[in-house]
């Protein structure tokens, strides 16, 4: 079963925009990831936020928590062509006592040159 | 450093007929993963194994499906016989072990086509 619910599924843009995906999940956790996949692909593991975290940055990803809510949100700023590709969120349930993550359905982000 | 390495990239098979995928962790990861990614979803875990131990199996249909990962390094995940429904990506991931900072590494997976 799929825990995390990615939003919107799909999502164009022009190159220099900037990309936000949502990602809603059920169970509490011990942490949240953000992975990339290109097409054809095996998937790239972008940032991780714990539970005790409310924002993060990498680079021009910043990834926020709302654990109240249960939550997060990826931002890709200055959007570049390169960054064409599906992102799912990956959810660490605590129940789970670390090592099994539960992946969203993912969004597709198709950028425009 | 190698990441993880998967084999065959691709598979095309009739259905009834057996199928085997390989995977080599990164060197030093204790936990490997097993992972079907069914088209335009999110990868879903079918087995999970930390050092030659299956921990977690309860997502593998074992009817059809088996795993093996021999001296806790190399694993490879067997289909017979194959049906049209496992049509779909199995992706290999390894991680450092089970912290609740489980960063996983994932192979490219390997593209299965059940004919």
């Known amino acids: 079963s799929q825990q995390g619910e990615e939003d919107p599924q799909a999502l164009s843009i022009q190159e220099g925009e900037n990309a936000t995906m949502n990602c809603s999940y059920k169970?509490?956790?011990?942490?949240l990831q953000w992975y990339r996949q290109n097409s054809g692909r095996g998937l790239v593991h972008l940032i991780l936020i714990r539970s005790n975290e409310r924002e993060k940055h990498s680079g021009r990803l910043r990834v926020t928590l709302d654990t109240s809510k249960k939550s997060s949100s990826l931002l890709i700023t200055a959007s570049r062509a390169a960054d064409t590709a599906s992102y799912f969120c990956a959810t660490d349930p605590i129940y789970n006592q670390g090592g099994k993550l539960i992946f969203g359905q993912g969004t597709e982000l198709s950028v425009k040159p | 450093e190698a990441g993880v390495v998967q084999s065959p990239r691709y598979k095309i098979i009739e259905k009834k007929q057996p199928v085997a995928f390989w995977c080599n962790p990164i060197?030093?990861?204790?936990?490997l993963y097993w992972y079907r990614q069914n088209l335009g979803q999110g990868p879903e875990l079918l087995i999970r194994y930390e050092n030659e131990e299956a921990v977690d199996d309860s997502q593998l249909p074992k009817d059809r499906f088996s795993a093996e990962r021999l001296k806790g390094v190399d694993s490879t995940l067997k289909i017979q016989p194959a049906e049209l429904g496992d049509s779909a990506v199995y992706l290999c991931a390894s991680s450092l072990g089970r912290t609740i900072y489980n960063e996983q590494f994932f192979g490219p997976g390997t593209r299965l086509t059940v004919l």
């Open positions: 169970t509490s956790i011990n942490n």
């Open positions: 060197s030093g990861h204790n936990t």
